[in-house]
C-alpha cells in the first residue's frame, strides 16, 4: 500500500513525537526536588528542534561538500557522518545550554539541572532528524523498511542525541559550581569533548553496519546507563543539600520541622502535593509545589553562596525566605 506525502509525513511525526513525549516525561519525572521552568525547558526543546537543525543542516553541508569531492560519496558519507556531524551537532546543540548558563544562571543549580537541559535539546533535536529520516527512508525503502527504521531511531537508539547532549550540559552544570578557573575549563572541555566522541562512536560504528553495530548498541546503552548513575548520585547530593541547608532553617524558626521532613523526601512531598489535592482542590496544590519548590531554591541558593561568598546569592537567599514565610501553608 502506497501513501501519499502527506500521509506519510503525518505518520512519520506521530511516530517520531510519541516516543519524545515519554522521554520528556521521564526526564521531567527525575526532577525531584527543584522542577526547571516549563519555559525553558520548552525554549530548550525548540532550539534544537529548528535552528540547531538547521544550523548544522548548513555547516555539515558546508564542511562536507569537500570530504564528498575528494573521496566520492560513499567513503564521504562515512567521513562526513562520523568527523563533521558529531563536532558541529554537538556544538550548536550545546549552545543551549550555553545560554542559560550566560542569561539565565541561577536556573543552573545542580549536575542534574545540565543533564536536563542538554537532554531536552538533545530531544528536540532528535524529533526533528527522525521525521526527515523517516521519510527519506520511506521514499527509497516502502513501508517495510520505515518500519525497522522507525524502530531502530525511536526505540532502539531513541536517547542518543539526549544522552550527548546531556554530557554538554553535564559539563556546563559542573563548571558553573566548581570554583577553581582550571576546573572549569576541564568541565566545559570534558563535557563538550565526552558528547562528540559518544556522537562520534555512534555514527562510525552504524555505518559500517553488521557487528559493528552491536558496538554501538553497547555504547549508547552503556552511557544512558551511566548518566542514569549519575543522575541517582545528583539526586543523592541533592536531597543531601537539603536536610543540610534547610535544617538551619529549622533552628533559626524559618520552618516547621513537619515541613522540613516533607520536603527533604520525593515521596513524602509526592504525597502530601496528592493529599493536598484531593482535600483541598487545585489552588491549594500549586501554592504547595510552589512552596516545596522555593523551599528547594532556598537549600540551592544556599549552597551556592557557601561555595562563592557571592552577593546576588545572598539577596536571592533573603527573597525566598520573604516568600516562604507568606506562602506557607500552615500545614
Not at 484531593?278 to 519548590?293: C, E, F, M, N, T
Given at each position: 500500500m502506497a501513501l501519499s506525502t502527506t500521509q506519510i509525513f503525518l505518520l512519520s511525526t506521530a511516530v517520531a513525537t510519541l516516543p519524545i513525549l515519554l522521554y520528556i516525561a521521564l526526564i521531567y519525572w527525575f526532577d525531584r526536588y527543584e522542577k526547571e521552568p516549563w519555559w525553558l525547558l520548552t525554549a530548550t526543546f525548540f532550539w534544537g528542534a529548528i535552528p540547531s537543525i538547521l544550523f548544522a543542516y548548513f555547516f555539515n553541508t558546508l564542511l562536507s561538500a569537500p570530504i564528498y569531492w575528494l573521496t566520492g560519496e560513499t567513503l564521504g558519507e562515512?567521513?562526513?557522518?562520523?568527523?563533521?556531524?558529531?563536532?558541529?551537532?554537538?556544538?550548536?546543540?550545546?549552545?543551549?545550554?550555553?545560554?542559560?548558563?550566560?542569561?539565565?544562571?541561577?536556573?543552573?543549580?545542580?549536575?542534574?539541572?545540565?543533564?536536563?537541559?542538554?537532554?531536552?535539546?538533545?530531544?528536540?533535536?532528535?524529533?526533528?532528524?527522525?521525521?526527515?529520516?523517516?521519510?527519506?527512508?520511506?521514499?527509497?525503502?516502502?513501508?517495510?523498511?520505515?518500519?525497522?527504521?522507525?524502530?531502530?531511531?525511536?526505540?532502539v537508539f531513541g536517547l542518543n542525541h539526549a544522552l550527548f547532549s546531556s554530557m554538554t550540559g553535564l559539563g556546563i552544570a559542573l563548571a558553573r559550581m566548581a570554583t577553581q578557573p582550571l576546573v572549569k575549563a576541564a568541565a566545559l572541555i570534558g563535557g563538550w569533548?565526552?558528547?562528540?566522541?559518544?556522537?562520534?562512536?555512534?555514527?562510525?560504528?552504524?555505518?559500517?553496519?553488521?557487528?559493528?553495530?552491536?558496538?554501538?548498541?553497547?555504547?549508547?546503552?552503556?552511557?544512558?546507563?551511566?548518566?542514569?548513575?549519575?543522575?541517582?548520585?545528583?539526586?543523592?547530593?541533592?536531597?543531601?543539600?537539603?536536610?543540610?541547608?534547610?535544617?538551619e532553617e529549622v533552628t533559626l524558626g524559618h520552618l516547621a520541622n513537619t515541613h522540613y521532613l516533607t520536603v527533604c523526601s520525593g515521596r513524602r512531598r509526592i504525597r502530601a502535593q496528592?493529599?493536598?489535592?484531593?482535600?483541598?482542590?487545585?489552588?491549594?496544590?500549586?501554592?504547595?509545589?510552589?512552596?516545596?519548590?522555593?523551599?528547594?531554591e532556598l537549600a540551592y541558593k544556599k549552597r551556592h553562596y557557601a561555595l562563592f561568598q557571592d552577593d546576588s546569592s545572598w539577596k536571592l537567599i533573603e527573597v525566598l525566605r520573604q516568600k516562604i514565610q507568606v506562602n506557607s501553608p500552615g500545614l
Open positions: 562515512t567521513i562526513s557522518a562520523s568527523l563533521i556531524a558529531p563536532i558541529v551537532e554537538e556544538s550548536i546543540k550545546g549552545l543551549a545550554v550555553l545560554a542559560i548558563l550566560l542569561i539565565w544562571r541561577d536556573e543552573l543549580d545542580s549536575p542534574l539541572d545540565g543533564i536536563i537541559y542538554g537532554a531536552m535539546v538533545g530531544l528536540g533535536f532528535a524529533l526533528v532528524e527522525n521525521v526527515f529520516y523517516f521519510i527519506s527512508v520511506y521514499q527509497e525503502g516502502g513501508l517495510e523498511a520505515w518500519g525497522m527504521n522507525v524502530f531502530a531511531r525511536s526505540i569533548s565526552t558528547a562528540v566522541f559518544l556522537h562520534f562512536l555512534h555514527n562510525f560504528t552504524v555505518s559500517f553496519g553488521n557487528l559493528l553495530c552491536l558496538v554501538a548498541l553497547v555504547s549508547d546503552w552503556g552511557g544512558v546507563l551511566l548518566t542514569l548513575l549519575i543522575i541517582v548520585w545528583a539526586l543523592l547530593q541533592e536531597r543531601q543539600w537539603l536536610r543540610q541547608y534547610l535544617a496528592l493529599t493536598c489535592f484531593l482535600d483541598d482542590g487545585p489552588v491549594a496544590y500549586w501554592r504547595l509545589v510552589r512552596y516545596h519548590q522555593n523551599l528547594s
